[in-house]
């Protein structure tokens, strides 16, 4: 690894802990209500006006059922706008509406913040499906996440209580007062980078040299001519023209990254110059998707009276990512394999000259890319400023064993919080049995139900990968959306399910995904693997909440220490190990030792 990545990461690092503690603990204050009276006034009369009674909370039953409902609208909303778009204004460029199947899976897709895109943005969706659409569900899914984190630590920090917050109010301040005012700032800077935020459809731009074209030869009515053997026939042409898409992007590239949504306004995503211009834009990014995500910690540390508990979940999480960020560094730089096992001599040194460049931006370099690729598997954000599908074997598994691991380095918003403590739940359970000791947690003893319902949300996601990529490489519609054989499409399949199911959306892109067997088998993974994830976060938060607080004593396992933090790190890589590296083994490490297969085989099997 370079100087320059080095230099990258410790920059990273020090500024989210800058601005994180900070956000956290104003976070703390929100959901704890220590606003201003006046403010708290005005935001009763404005729920009461639509419908929700701020001034009674909600047990986690009520507050369960109130989110589903919610969201289930939004899909509902998201998947009309999508099929009536031909029908509504601001469709400058008149795309219609988009197909059943994949309306029902981009629905889910945004609602769920998972952003999985089987379409491209720019040739797909008009302006206002993009903006009353995509961007309106980027913020509540985001707030959603963010509303479960803050219901699940009032369960920590609240003694005999039979509630854990009210979800309207929780709903309202998140989207009001964290993530409207920092999108808005987020997008001016993104502006004045060159981002587009425009209603205007395209731009038609004079190129300095014509570009000579080769293009399928069509008849009057649009379909292929071809020749008498029924080969395609093809025409010359030249073009002086460039017609650039433009569109509201920056707004929705904002939230896209802070509430770590992912997807983007591009088929290209981030790695489009006009979502991403330079890289100055490209660290901006990578620091707004992270953001949220650290200040939780601080959050829960403030609000359960211990600040050393959420510093030992945000070292754990720091750890975990920092390693696959270095890990994914070290292998693109070092390049791919192949050209290390086809070279008779077997010197030390990098396996390509340069590292992997195919797929990446050049405005980026590999160091830059390696942390973009890290965090936003890491969280559960999913935009990519590079091509996933072309990274090394070894460099591939990195990003899917990161959403692998739960996404909880730290991952998404709200949900990286309440997924690492449930894994913190499964820790004190496995140290209490290891002592002999009731396992406890801030004071709060963990029963029998507190643990079926941390399996139940930590192995929904497993499952599903699991089932899911199975199904897939058993059936005709599954195989028929591969683009490569062998290792390398047992990796596209495993990386979709595995994206789908843990609410990420960036994808290894050989896959055909817009088809109806993949739009209907990932939208119902990912609403599965979001939804059933939250209920159990809630279900735990309404238990711990009933509980009294139990007195530290001598037996008391500490949760703040080092100690602790390896046995969180051990307890995430246990669940992972046990349950996908058979998978990763016929995947990217199969496709890691594959050259050195063929290599042996051509020369006589010299090694």
């Known amino acids: 690894m370079t100087s320059a990545f080095w230099a990258l990461l410790a920059a990273l690092f020090a500024a989210l802990l800058l601005v994180g503690r900070p956000l956290g603990l104003y976070m703390a204050a929100l959901a704890e209500g220590r606003m201003p009276e006046a403010l708290l006034a005005l935001e009763a009369r404005l729920l009461g006006l639509a419908g929700a009674r701020p001034e009674q909370e909600m047990g986690w039953g009520a507050y369960a059922r109130a989110l589903l409902l919610f969201n289930f609208l939004g899909v509902l909303a998201l998947y009309a706008l999508q099929r009536l778009q031909g029908m509504l204004p601001l469709d400058p460029r008149h795309l219609g509406a988009l197909s059943p199947d994949s309306a029902f899976n981009t629905a889910i897709s945004f609602v769920t913040n998972t952003n999985w895109q089987g379409y491209a943005g720019e040739t797909t969706m008009g302006n206002l499906v993009q903006m009353t659409g995509l961007a309106v569900q980027n913020f509540l899914s985001a707030a959603t996440g963010i509303a479960v984190a803050f219901a699940m630590v009032r369960g920590f920090a609240r003694r005999s209580a039979s509630t854990i917050g009210n979800f309207w109010v929780d709903l309202h301040r998140i989207t009001s007062y964290v993530l409207l005012p920092i999108s808005f700032v987020l997008a001016i800077v993104l502006v004045s980078q060159g981002v587009p935020q425009t209603l205007r459809a395209e731009r038609t731009v004079h190129l300095i040299a014509p570009v000579s074209l080769r293009l399928a030869a069509t008849d009057a009515k649009g379909h292929r001519v071809v020749d008498a053997q029924g080969r395609p026939t093809w025409v010359a042409s030249q073009s002086a023209q460039q017609i650039l898409p433009l569109g509201p992007v920056a707004s929705q590239e904002a939230i896209k990254e802070l509430g770590t949504n992912g997807g983007g306004f591009y088929n290209a995503n981030s790695a489009h110059p006009y979502e991403n211009p330079d890289a100055l834009t490209n660290g901006l990014e990578i620091f707004a998707l992270l953001l949220i995500s650290v200040a939780l910690t601080f959050t829960f540390g403030r609000m359960v009276g211990d600040r050393r508990q959420g510093w030992a979940l945000l070292?754990?999480?720091?750890?975990?990512?920092?390693?696959?960020?270095?890990?994914?560094?070290?292998?693109?730089?070092?390049?791919?394999?192949?050209?290390?096992?086809?070279?008779?001599?077997?010197?030390?040194?990098?396996?390509?000259?340069?590292?992997?460049?195919?797929?990446?931006?050049?405005?980026?370099?590999?160091?830059?890319?390696?942390?973009?690729?890290?965090?936003?598997?890491?969280?559960?954000?999913?935009?990519?400023?590079?091509?996933?599908?072309?990274?090394?074997?070894?460099?591939?598994?990195?990003?899917?064993?990161?959403?692998?691991?739960?996404?909880?380095?730290?991952?998404?918003?709200?949900?990286?919080?309440?997924?690492?403590?449930?894994?913190?739940?499964?820790?004190?359970?496995?140290?209490?049995?290891?002592?002999?000791?009731?396992?406890?947690y801030l004071g709060k003893k963990i029963e029998s139900f507190d643990m079926k319902m941390v399996s139940m949300g930590l192995l929904i996601s497993p499952v599903l990968i699991v089932v899911g990529t199975a199904i897939a490489a058993v059936t005709p519609a599954g195989l028929a959306g591969l683009a490569n054989p062998g290792a390398h499409g047992f990796s596209e399949m495993l990386y979709a399910f595995t994206s789908a199911a843990n609410n990420n959306g960036s994808a290894f892109a050989g896959l055909s995904a817009d088809t109806p067997f993949y739009n209907l088998a990932l939208g119902l993974a990912m609403w599965a693997g979001r939804f059933v994830s939250i209920i159990a976060a809630l279900a735990i938060a309404g238990s711990l909440a009933s509980k009294k607080r139990l007195a530290t004593s001598s037996g008391t396992m500490p949760t703040h220490g080092a100690l602790f933090i390896t046995l969180l790190l051990g307890t995430v890589l246990l669940v992972a190990a046990l349950t996908f590296l058979p998978a990763l083994a016929l995947g990217p490490i199969a496709e890691h030792f594959a050259p050195w297969a063929g290599h042996a085989a051509v020369i006589g099997g010299r090694p």
Do not use: C, W
Not at 322 to 339: K, L, T, Y
Not at 406 to 423: H, I, R
């Open 315 to 440: 070292a754990a999480m720091a750890i975990m990512l920092g390693v696959a960020m270095s890990a994914e560094a070290h292998f693109e730089q070092q390049g791919n394999p192949a050209f290390r096992a086809l070279r008779v001599d077997q010197r030390a040194g990098p396996s390509q000259p340069g590292g992997n460049m195919e797929g990446k931006e050049s405005r980026f370099g590999i160091a830059s890319t390696a942390i973009f690729t890290a965090a936003t598997t890491g969280t559960s954000t999913g935009a990519v400023d590079s091509m996933l599908d072309s990274n090394t074997p070894l460099g591939g598994m990195v990003p899917m064993l990161l959403m692998q691991l739960g996404e909880v380095a730290p991952g998404g918003t709200g949900t990286g919080l309440y997924g690492m403590l449930m894994v913190a739940l499964m820790a004190v359970f496995i140290g209490g049995l290891m002592i002999g000791r009731t396992p406890e």
